[in-house]
Protein backbone atom coordinates (compact mmCIF):
# COMPACT_ATOMS: atom_id res chain seq x y z
CA UNK A 1 0.00 0.00 0.00
CA UNK A 2 1.52 3.05 -1.14
CA UNK A 3 1.99 5.79 1.72
CA UNK A 4 3.21 9.64 1.29
CA UNK A 5 5.25 11.56 3.76
CA UNK A 6 5.41 15.50 4.14
CA UNK A 7 8.34 16.75 6.45
CA UNK A 8 8.06 19.36 8.16
CA UNK A 9 4.12 19.68 9.02
CA UNK A 10 4.82 22.90 9.50
CA UNK A 11 7.56 25.94 8.48
CA UNK A 12 7.56 29.24 9.24
CA UNK A 13 10.19 31.53 7.49
CA UNK A 14 10.67 35.16 7.14
CA UNK A 15 9.81 36.85 3.51
CA UNK A 16 12.19 36.43 0.86
CA UNK A 17 13.87 33.32 2.15
CA UNK A 18 14.35 29.85 -0.12
CA UNK A 19 12.91 26.97 1.26
CA UNK A 20 12.52 23.49 0.36
CA UNK A 21 9.68 21.29 1.14
CA UNK A 22 9.82 17.53 1.28
CA UNK A 23 7.69 14.16 0.37
CA UNK A 24 8.27 11.08 0.67
CA UNK A 25 6.48 7.49 -0.66
CA UNK A 26 7.04 4.44 -0.09
CA UNK A 27 5.84 2.46 -3.38
CA UNK A 28 8.58 3.80 -6.40
CA UNK A 29 6.75 2.02 -8.97
CA UNK A 30 4.66 5.76 -9.68
CA UNK A 31 4.32 7.09 -13.15
CA UNK A 32 3.85 10.87 -12.34
CA UNK A 33 3.31 12.69 -8.79
CA UNK A 34 1.80 16.20 -8.23
CA UNK A 35 2.09 19.05 -6.20
CA UNK A 36 -0.99 20.81 -4.76
CA UNK A 37 -1.73 24.37 -2.89
CA UNK A 38 -4.30 24.68 -0.84
CA UNK A 39 -6.02 27.81 0.98
CA UNK A 40 -7.86 27.53 4.02
CA UNK A 41 -11.10 26.40 3.03
CA UNK A 42 -10.69 26.09 -0.36
CA UNK A 43 -10.05 23.40 -2.49
CA UNK A 44 -6.11 22.62 -3.91
CA UNK A 45 -4.50 24.04 -6.84
CA UNK A 46 -2.32 22.10 -9.19
CA UNK A 47 1.24 23.67 -9.17
CA UNK A 48 3.27 20.95 -10.67
CA UNK A 49 2.91 17.81 -12.02
CA UNK A 50 6.57 16.03 -12.68
CA UNK A 51 5.76 12.88 -14.88
CA UNK A 52 8.01 9.84 -13.93
CA UNK A 53 10.15 10.11 -17.02
CA UNK A 54 11.29 14.03 -15.76
CA UNK A 55 13.85 14.67 -13.51
CA UNK A 56 12.01 17.54 -12.98
CA UNK A 57 9.59 20.75 -13.17
CA UNK A 58 9.95 24.43 -13.18
CA UNK A 59 7.06 27.06 -13.16
CA UNK A 60 8.04 30.75 -12.33
CA UNK A 61 9.57 30.61 -8.59
CA UNK A 62 8.53 27.05 -8.35
CA UNK A 63 11.18 23.80 -8.69
CA UNK A 64 9.72 20.53 -7.97
CA UNK A 65 12.40 17.46 -8.41
CA UNK A 66 11.65 13.85 -8.29
CA UNK A 67 13.92 11.20 -7.58
CA UNK A 68 11.70 7.80 -8.04
CA UNK A 69 14.89 5.30 -7.22
CA UNK A 70 14.76 7.30 -3.49
CA UNK A 71 10.81 7.60 -2.98
CA UNK A 72 11.29 11.56 -3.17
CA UNK A 73 10.30 14.71 -4.18
CA UNK A 74 11.25 18.19 -3.57
CA UNK A 75 9.19 21.26 -3.69
CA UNK A 76 11.45 24.40 -4.08
CA UNK A 77 10.34 28.10 -3.28
CA UNK A 78 12.54 30.93 -4.63
CA UNK A 79 12.17 33.86 -2.78
CA UNK A 80 9.14 33.30 -0.43
CA UNK A 81 6.24 35.61 -0.38
CA UNK A 82 3.53 36.61 2.67
CA UNK A 83 0.87 35.02 -0.56
CA UNK A 84 2.76 31.96 -0.79
CA UNK A 85 1.06 30.67 2.56
CA UNK A 86 -0.66 27.78 2.20
CA UNK A 87 -0.61 24.20 2.84
CA UNK A 88 1.32 22.12 0.49
CA UNK A 89 0.22 19.00 -0.46
CA UNK A 90 2.39 16.14 -2.72
CA UNK A 91 0.26 13.38 -4.43
CA UNK A 92 1.50 9.95 -5.92
CA UNK A 93 -1.19 7.63 -8.07
CA UNK A 94 -2.17 4.31 -6.71
CA UNK A 95 -3.50 1.93 -9.21
CA UNK A 96 -5.02 4.48 -11.80
CA UNK A 97 -3.89 7.77 -12.43
CA UNK A 98 -6.97 9.62 -10.97
CA UNK A 99 -6.63 7.59 -7.56
CA UNK A 100 -4.09 9.76 -5.61
CA UNK A 101 -3.02 9.21 -2.55
CA UNK A 102 -1.70 12.42 -0.68
CA UNK A 103 0.22 13.13 2.06
CA UNK A 104 -0.78 14.88 5.10
CA UNK A 105 0.90 18.06 3.89
CA UNK A 106 3.16 21.15 4.87
CA UNK A 107 1.55 24.44 6.39
CA UNK A 108 3.62 27.17 5.33
CA UNK A 109 3.68 30.44 7.12
CA UNK A 110 5.59 33.36 4.99
CA UNK A 111 5.98 36.50 7.28
CA UNK A 112 6.59 39.82 6.05
CA UNK B 1 -11.95 28.61 -20.00
CA UNK B 2 -14.37 27.85 -16.17
CA UNK B 3 -12.53 25.47 -13.74
CA UNK B 4 -14.44 22.56 -12.01
CA UNK B 5 -17.49 23.92 -10.59
CA UNK B 6 -19.03 22.04 -7.49
CA UNK B 7 -22.84 22.61 -5.88
CA UNK B 8 -23.65 23.34 -3.20
CA UNK B 9 -20.68 25.15 -1.15
CA UNK B 10 -21.90 24.34 2.13
CA UNK B 11 -24.35 22.69 3.75
CA UNK B 12 -25.66 21.30 7.12
CA UNK B 13 -27.55 18.56 7.80
CA UNK B 14 -28.88 16.08 10.85
CA UNK B 15 -28.28 12.62 10.98
CA UNK B 16 -29.97 9.99 9.51
CA UNK B 17 -30.13 12.38 6.40
CA UNK B 18 -28.92 12.24 2.93
CA UNK B 19 -27.01 14.18 0.98
CA UNK B 20 -26.59 15.05 -2.92
CA UNK B 21 -23.21 16.68 -3.99
CA UNK B 22 -22.86 17.93 -7.98
CA UNK B 23 -19.85 18.47 -9.51
CA UNK B 24 -19.66 20.15 -13.51
CA UNK B 25 -15.78 18.80 -14.44
CA UNK B 26 -13.90 21.36 -16.55
CA UNK B 27 -15.74 21.03 -20.24
CA UNK B 28 -13.68 18.38 -22.90
CA UNK B 29 -12.57 16.73 -19.15
CA UNK B 30 -14.27 13.00 -19.25
CA UNK B 31 -12.57 11.59 -15.67
CA UNK B 32 -14.21 13.32 -12.49
CA UNK B 33 -13.09 11.51 -9.29
CA UNK B 34 -14.40 12.30 -5.62
CA UNK B 35 -12.06 12.89 -2.54
CA UNK B 36 -13.11 13.61 1.24
CA UNK B 37 -10.97 15.71 3.34
CA UNK B 38 -11.19 15.37 6.66
CA UNK B 39 -8.83 16.93 9.73
CA UNK B 40 -8.24 13.47 11.71
CA UNK B 41 -7.49 11.21 8.14
CA UNK B 42 -6.44 14.04 5.40
CA UNK B 43 -7.59 13.27 1.64
CA UNK B 44 -9.22 9.92 1.05
CA UNK B 45 -10.09 8.98 -2.35
CA UNK B 46 -14.13 8.00 -2.59
CA UNK B 47 -14.31 7.13 -6.29
CA UNK B 48 -13.64 7.82 -10.28
CA UNK B 49 -16.17 7.75 -12.95
CA UNK B 50 -15.01 8.14 -16.70
CA UNK B 51 -17.52 7.75 -19.50
CA UNK B 52 -20.66 7.05 -16.72
CA UNK B 53 -19.00 3.95 -15.45
CA UNK B 54 -17.25 4.19 -11.64
CA UNK B 55 -13.70 2.86 -12.60
CA UNK B 56 -12.26 2.65 -8.99
CA UNK B 57 -13.92 2.98 -5.86
CA UNK B 58 -11.95 3.41 -2.13
CA UNK B 59 -12.20 1.94 1.09
CA UNK B 60 -15.85 3.65 2.05
CA UNK B 61 -18.92 2.10 3.06
CA UNK B 62 -21.98 1.58 0.63
CA UNK B 63 -23.77 4.99 2.22
CA UNK B 64 -21.31 6.53 -0.51
CA UNK B 65 -22.10 6.51 -4.48
CA UNK B 66 -22.37 8.30 -7.14
CA UNK B 67 -22.93 8.62 -11.13
CA UNK B 68 -21.76 10.00 -14.21
CA UNK B 69 -23.84 11.26 -16.54
CA UNK B 70 -23.02 11.58 -20.35
CA UNK B 71 -22.18 15.41 -20.26
CA UNK B 72 -19.49 14.12 -17.78
CA UNK B 73 -20.93 15.68 -14.76
CA UNK B 74 -20.95 13.71 -11.95
CA UNK B 75 -23.17 13.53 -8.31
CA UNK B 76 -22.22 11.73 -4.76
CA UNK B 77 -24.90 10.87 -2.90
CA UNK B 78 -24.70 9.81 1.13
CA UNK B 79 -27.18 8.29 2.73
CA UNK B 80 -27.87 7.95 6.20
CA UNK B 81 -25.59 10.64 7.25
CA UNK B 82 -23.59 9.83 10.20
CA UNK B 83 -21.12 12.65 12.34
CA UNK B 84 -18.32 11.37 10.90
CA UNK B 85 -19.31 12.35 7.63
CA UNK B 86 -18.47 16.08 8.14
CA UNK B 87 -15.96 16.93 5.59
CA UNK B 88 -15.34 18.56 3.47
CA UNK B 89 -15.49 16.58 -0.24
CA UNK B 90 -13.60 17.63 -3.23
CA UNK B 91 -13.82 16.60 -6.64
CA UNK B 92 -11.21 16.48 -9.53
CA UNK B 93 -11.42 16.70 -13.79
CA UNK B 94 -8.53 15.42 -15.78
CA UNK B 95 -8.21 15.28 -19.19
CA UNK B 96 -7.68 12.65 -21.40
CA UNK B 97 -5.02 12.84 -24.58
CA UNK B 98 -5.71 10.06 -27.38
CA UNK B 99 -7.67 7.76 -24.88
CA UNK B 100 -5.23 7.94 -21.38
CA UNK B 101 -5.52 10.23 -18.85
CA UNK B 102 -2.35 12.62 -18.62
CA UNK B 103 -2.47 12.13 -14.83
CA UNK B 104 -3.09 15.48 -13.63
CA UNK B 105 -5.70 16.29 -11.43
CA UNK B 106 -7.89 19.97 -11.71
CA UNK B 107 -9.99 20.00 -7.98
CA UNK B 108 -12.85 22.23 -7.58
CA UNK B 109 -13.51 24.28 -4.22
CA UNK B 110 -15.23 21.84 -2.17
CA UNK B 111 -18.80 21.72 -0.68
CA UNK B 112 -18.73 21.40 3.14
CA UNK B 113 -20.55 19.20 4.72
CA UNK B 114 -21.39 19.49 8.37
CA UNK B 115 -23.49 17.15 10.20
CA UNK B 116 -25.34 17.54 13.16
Known amino acids: KQEVTQIPAALSVPEGENLVLNCSFTDSAIYNLQWFRQDPGKGLTSLLL?????REQTSGRLNASLDKSSGRSTLYIAASQPGDSATYLC???????????FGSGTQLTVLP | KAGVTQTPRYLIKTRGQQVTLSCSPISGHRSVSWYQQTPGQGLQFLFEYFSETQRNKGNFPGRFSGRQFSNSRSEMNVSTLELGDSALYLC???????????????FGEGSRLTVL
Open chain 1, 50 to 54: IQSSQ
Open chain 2, 92 to 106: ASSPTSGGASTGELF
Open chain 1, 91 to 101: AVPSGSARQLT
